[in-house]
């Protein structure tokens, strides 16, 4: 998942396997989750939730997401999800473009907008 980075774009915080944080996290940059989250998230770069990750959350907005993990909670990232084979969502996905591959599991509904042109 790591090669899906952006390039240009600062991996800022990561939240290591057996890492457990409540409450709401704002990010300048994009944030790789491998631990447990239960709260808010606002980044304004990529989320990275990879697969041993946990997040529960009312909120998480992000530019984009790869989700590789169990998620529970409302995904706005304007710029594209990508749920990956081992991911499990529940809730709703508002973005510009969505993948799901084989194997991942999503209950919810989506909801298409138009992908952000500001980077």
Do not use: W, Y
Not at 67 to 90: F, M, Q, Y
């Amino acid at each position: 998942m790591a090669k899906k980075q952006e390039q240009d774009e600062p991996l800022n915080t990561i939240i290591g396997t057996g890492s457990q944080m409540k409450g709401e996290i704002k990010v300048e940059g994009g944030i790789r989750i491998d631990g447990e989250i239960v709260g808010n998230i606002l980044a304004t770069g990529t989320l990275t939730v990879g697969k041993n990750g946990k997040v529960k959350s009312d909120t998480i907005n992000c530019k984009r997401a790869f989700i590789a993990g169990n998620v529970i909670g409302n995904i706005n990232a304007p710029n594209g999800v990508h749920l990956e084979s081992t991911a499990s969502v529940t809730g709703e996905i508002r973005t510009g473009s969505l993948r799901i591959d084989e194997g991942a599991t999503f209950h919810g509904q989506s909801l298409m907008q138009e992908e952000s042109t500001t980077r």
